[in-house]
Structure formats: C-alpha cells, structure tokens
C-alpha cells in the first residue's frame, strides 16, 4: 500500500490558471509537508501541518494556500500560475507533534509544468 | 540562520567500493536532527540514514553509515559495498528540535561505476 500519495504525477498548464495537488497519507500520522524542488533539484520546505494547524509557513507567495481537512490529506492550492511555480512537488508526513522530530516519508512528487 | 552545504555536486565510485559523501551545516542550536536522503530518477526522497544531534554515536543502517563530527559541523554519508542500486541524488538535511526550521542540502549526484 502507497503510505504517502500525491494526485496529479504530472501537471500541466497554461500560466495564469488556478490548479491544486492532492496528498494523502496512510500512516496515521499527524505532520504533513509540502516542498518544492526546482530545476537545480535545490529542495525546500513550503509548508508543515500538525493536526490541521499551520506549524511552518516559510516565505512562499500567498498564491500558494495548503489546505488540510483532516489530519490525513493536505492539498495545495496555487492560484495565477506563474512560469517560476514549474518545479516538483513533494508531500511528506512525519508521525508525532509539531516539534517534528521523527522521520519524514515522502509522496512520488508532482511535476508540475506551467507554460 | 541555519545552512546546509554539499560541496561535491557529483561523484563516481566503483561497484563494491566504498564512497563517503560530505555534508557540513551551520546552526546555533545544540538540539537537532540530521538525515540522509536518497532521490533515485524515480523521483522519490527515500530516508537512508537520521541521527539525534545530542548522540555521540554514530548512526549506522546496514551500508550506510555516518561520520558525525558535531563540534566541526560535519555529517558525512558513507556507503560501503557501493551497488548499482546507490545511484542517486543524495541530500543532507538538518532539521531543529523544535521542529520550525528544515533546511536540504543541495545534493551530490552518485554515479555508480560497473
């Protein structure tokens, strides 16, 4: 069983759009990431979850909304695309509080390809 | 603030060799976490290693291995027997206590030789 998703794989589309990436975890775990990873394969956080409530909010553009219905999925919302969002998404989740210390498990990516 | 540097972007190594991969940070903490992750071309961040700051001994996983030098700031990866397998994108990372901060290293690209 596939313990981190992420839905689309690959993404597509015209700059300007409006487009969300799906991450679900299986784990039962409370922390939930997202990072992205640019052309240099540099790798940064965006966001961290625990429990539903923002823990990491590091300096992304407000286009970019995470949402978390529940402690096992957080989407990530980007709205007005823009060339420079091309990059791979990754989900994580960790299990534990806020503080994070336990291992990160990573979601396959999501490439996604503005144009 | 806190930084993560990999200063070799790319290394060879032959089949059954041994290969160690250097990692350096910079933080003013004395609590921390540091991990080794692997990116193979599928893309997926695979956890090869994780060591608690606040332990002398090094962390050892099967080949894996790590040389952690806390006073000079130093978390190498090596892997012994290196297998065609191992070749990947490696990324150190660090990681506060307080879980707020998480910084990747740029990465070194292994290339296994047969």
């Known amino acids: 069983d596939t313990a981190v998703s992420q839905t689309p794989k690959y993404l597509v589309t015209q700059m300007g759009n409006d487009k969300s990436i799906k991450c679900e975890q299986n784990l039962g775990h409370d922390t939930m990431y997202w990072y992205k990873q640019d052309s240099k394969k540099f790798l940064k956080i965006m966001f961290s979850?625990?429990?539903?409530?923002?823990?990491i909010n590091e300096t992304v553009p407000n286009r970019f909304s995470p949402k978390s219905p529940d402690k096992a999925h957080l989407n990530l919302h980007i709205n007005s695309l823009e060339l420079g969002d091309s990059a791979v998404y990754f989900c994580?989740?960790?299990?534990?509080?806020?503080?994070?210390?336990?291992?990160?498990?990573f979601g396959p990516g999501t490439r996604l390809t503005v144009l | 603030a806190q930084t993560v540097t990999q200063s070799q972007p790319e290394m060879s190594v032959q089949e059954a060799e041994t290969v160690t991969l250097s990692c350096t940070y910079d933080?003013?903490?004395?609590?921390?976490?540091l991990f080794w992750y692997k990116q193979p071309p599928s893309r997926q961040m695979i956890l090869v290693i994780r060591q608690e700051a606040y332990k002398q001994q090094n962390a050892t996983e099967n080949r894996f291995s790590v040389n952690f030098q806390k006073a000079a700031k130093s978390f190498s990866l090596k892997i012994s027997d290196s297998q065609l397998g191992d070749a990947a994108m490696y990324f150190c990372a660090y990681r506060s206590a307080s879980g707020d901060k998480i910084i990747f290293g740029k990465g070194t690209r292994l290339h296994i030789l047969p």
């Open positions: 933080t003013s903490e004395s609590d921390y976490y």
């Open positions: 979850y625990n429990n539903k409530e923002l823990i």
């Open positions: 994580a989740s960790s299990q534990g509080d806020w503080r994070g210390t336990d291992t990160q498990y």
